[in-house]
């Protein structure tokens, strides 16, 4: 799909998914590193069999080819600009202005290479006055907003558990290179891409963050859910072999799934049949003026635990499909690993790394057909740090020995 076109990617931890998304697509993507390696490279967690070997790196450089290039020096940067001539695509996640400093800011690379997709990922924006504000995972989260719907509502907020705001904004930064890209088909010029990792995970509160902007009633903080007009909205239920996410939520976005959920519950026998004529789409507002009662949504919610208690999420699955439900299991890794419908769509896919490890991969997120052709992952490994310097500066035009002598003088 993309294998037209080539990405030069610069990226660290903060950003190294976005590249990866587009090798998927059947890109070029050629991962460049200091001599050293990449900070990225450091990030837990490792291979139990192989402790100097980041998961975290594995995964997301894998489908790339990899090599090593020092901006610090002249020679270096030399030789990225040539790298650049064959390029479409630039992603880099630089602290705010260093890229300048190299002379390879957007502006100077636009002049030299207008036709040049240049992506920054950032915490706060290249512009703006927290720009040069040091973006930590939860630095991110926090100014983002989301923090304000994690935890109790009696304390504090709590963080995301698994550090991923740098892959929401990764994941931002493949899809406006992509707008970018479909907008040089008609102007022939790219752009620059900047990428706030702020205004990702903003996004990740699903537009609640926007409530007050928009004068619209705002949620509380609730642990495991939300609260709306003090109605409290449990988001997790227990279930026989773990939890569920279970949303029965009033409202005109969600009340129509708790009209479902009533229409279960008196299936089974455990509610009433004359709930049914509730309508949980206008309850809010009805409490709000006084013509509902709101003690009824509470109660239904604690008929619906109960009745979920002794079900195992297998079974709460089912149902939720069959009775249209607001509801999923919350998996675990082995639940993940063991699968039916991933491994129905052939998700997990295996790589041989250059060591002889066979390691098995997630695949691509979307089925999708090329030519007739199922889209598969990239079966490249993630590449060993220099690995193709050889292959690719030769493609310059460089000869072996020119090569060894930069190799030599910490160039690459």
């Not at 997709?117 to 907003?145: E, M």
């Not at 066979?358 to 889209?375: F, H, T």
Request: net charge negative; glycine share 10%.
């Amino acid at each position: 799909m993309l294998s037209p076109y080539r990405v030069i990617d610069l990226t660290d931890e903060r950003g190294v998914l976005a590249g990866q998304m587009l090798a998927d697509l059947g890109a070029d993507v050629i991962q460049v590193e200091p001599p050293g390696g990449s900070s990225g490279r450091a990030v837990a967690p490792f291979f139990a069999d192989c402790p100097d070997d980041s998961i975290y790196w594995a995964a997301y450089t894998r489908g790339k080819r990899g090599v090593t290039c020092n901006l610090e020096d002249q020679r270096g940067r030399d030789l990225f600009l040539r790298l650049l001539e064959s390029a479409d695509f630039l992603f880099e996640s630089a602290d705010i202005g260093r890229m300048a400093e190299f002379g390879l800011g957007y502006e100077a690379l636009h002049e030299r290479f207008p036709y040049l997709i240049y992506t920054s990922i950032s915490a706060f924006g290249q512009t703006g006055p927290k720009a040069h504000y040091v973006g930590s995972d939860l630095a991110i989260w926090a100014a983002g907003t989301p923090l304000l719907m994690t935890g109790d509502d009696d304390r504090p907020p709590v963080r995301v558990s698994q550090p991923q705001s740098w892959g929401h904004a990764a994941g931002d930064a493949a899809g406006g290179a992509m707008l970018a890209l479909h907008a040089r088909h008609e102007s022939g010029r790219g752009q620059h891409v900047d990428i706030s990792a702020q205004v990702s995970a903003a996004q990740a509160t699903l537009a609640q963050v926007l409530a007050h902007q928009l004068g619209a009633v705002e949620p509380e903080r609730y642990g495991g859910g939300i609260k709306i007009r003090g109605q409290a909205i449990r988001g997790t239920a227990d279930v026989a072999d773990g939890y569920i996410v279970l949303l029965m939520g009033p409202g005109p976005a969600v009340g129509h799934f708790a009209n479902h959920a009533v229409k279960w519950l008196v299936d089974i026998g455990a509610a009433e049949p004359e709930l049914l004529d509730e309508n949980f789409v206008t309850y809010a507002d009805r409490v709000a003026t006084g013509q509902a009662d709101p003690a009824l949504f509470p109660r239904i919610q604690e008929i619906m635990r109960e009745a979920v208690a002794a079900r195992t999420k297998q079974e709460m699955l089912e149902i939720s499909i069959e009775y249209d439900l607001l509801l999923v299991p919350v998996l675990t890794v082995a639940d993940i690993a063991d699968s039916p419908q991933l491994e129905h769509r052939g998700f997990w896919q295996e790589i041989e790394h250059e060591d002889g490890r066979r390691v098995v991969y997630p695949g691509p997120p979307l089925n999708i057909m090329v030519d007739g052709d199922p889209l598969g992952i990239s079966r490249r490994p993630p590449p060993e740090l220099g690995q193709h310097n050889a292959e690719i500066y030769s493609e310059l035009g460089m000869s072996a020995a020119e090569i060894e002598e930069l190799r030599s003088e910490g160039v690459i």
